[in-house]
């Protein structure tokens, strides 16, 4: 029932209870802010309920067992290693359980009000929240806006019965025999590689020349070795027609030079990116927000809407959908409104894929400097010739470096290999904090890890390595 006529006074209003919005909202907190949070959903977003989180614990799940059933190349002899499914989803709801809670007592214990409902604005200053039970109006000095984003759902392939998307795919009842995957790209060569580390014959449809077409060629022309090495199909300059379902299989038809193709398979997961969430019953359409073509909030460099007190952050606004990238706006946004200087400064936010192996990058690719007009020193080093890789039985990937030539200075970095999604932080820090290849070659790396690749690999750029023949 509705709660009075009479709006109730909060200081700031947060739409969206993901890794943007809740750390937004706990930041406003710890700054004096009297916050309210609403998701119609569940507390941590899509990113720790059918997102990042899940999704990594599956890959784990995966690499566990490849891992088991490799073990011989150690010594040691494993025999009827099985995957028991339903305790592999235990483990995924586990973690994601344990996370989502974990959120839910910071909120609770930064005093924050946690709706589970919907929002509605009736105008600049007022909205309604609400779900089947209450919708109360609140006043709001503040708002911000951070309703993250959903699949992209293609008419062609409606989701439903043997049609997934990233979120069907992560609680699949079985694990299929057969699974056909259309997009090459983060999202569909992750789930798809976890698939076919258990078993699954995969069959990837990717419209670029290339899988993960944002990477560079060096590294997913690794992750496409190992895919095929796994006996996963990847049709590339693929364009996917259409989708025939029974209640047992999806057979897809696809174009690939000229001629149209089928592949049948017990699961079609259609992966084509994500669709900002900006629609709907929200009501922006009433507060005249300014907004691209493509359904994005236009924001200034301190994530302001064009409504000077109302702010958006995450999948919503320009750039990259990361969660990483929607935590650091979340903290913009919440110290700004509480009055510090704060601004969004994109020097470099890290891409990473994890797949097998993982794919790290951050700052300007080598041509991409090349186009900025620096004159650009490359170090590249190998894994295989570390001795902390080789203990791990790891016999592919690199570190790469790109510099300035003319004063040292780091400008990006690529990683290919295990560990690459924790390795490339020391080298966003290097970029963030203006560091030299002198720098990085100056600190004392332990050994033996591989984060002396990233040495090796500056000193090779130096030209003067030690693990390495000069040339």
Known sequence: MVVGD???????????????????????????QNVLVVDKQYVGGVCLNVGCIPSKALISASHQYESISHASDFGITASDVKVEWSKVQEFKNGVVKKLTGGVASLLKANKIQFFAGEVMFINENEARVFNDQEAPRYRFKHCIIATGSRPIELKAFPYGGRIVSSTEALSLPEIPKSLVVIGGGYIGIELGQMYAKFGTQVTIIEGSDSILPGFDSDMSSLVAKKLKASKTEIVTGAQAKSAAQTDKDVTVTY????EDKQVTADYLLVTVGRRPNTDGELGLDLINLK??????????????????HIFAIG????GPALAHKAMYEGRVAAEVIAGQPSKIDYKCIPL?????????????SEKEAKEKGHNVKVGKFPFNINGRALSLGVKEGFVKVIADADNGLVLGAQIAGIEASNMIAE???????????????????????LGEIVLDATEMALGHPIHAISK
């Open 315 to 318: 999948d919503i606004i320009a």
């Open 6 to 32: 009479a709006s109730l006074d909060i200081d700031l209003l947060v739409i969206g209870a993901g890794p943007g919005g809740y750390v937004a909202a706990i930041r406003a907190a710890q700054l004096g």
């Open 291 to 308: 907004m691209t073509d493509r359904g994005l909030i236009e924001v200034d460099d301190q994530c302001r809407t064009s409504i000077p």
């Open 255 to 258: 174009t690939v030079n000229g």
């Open 427 to 449: 080298l966003g820090l290097a970029i963030e904090m203006g560091a030299t290849l002198e720098d990085i070659a100056l600190t004392i790396h332990a050994h033996p890890t």
């Open 352 to 364: 990473v894929v994890f797949s097998d192996p993982e794919c790290s990058s951050v700052g300007y």
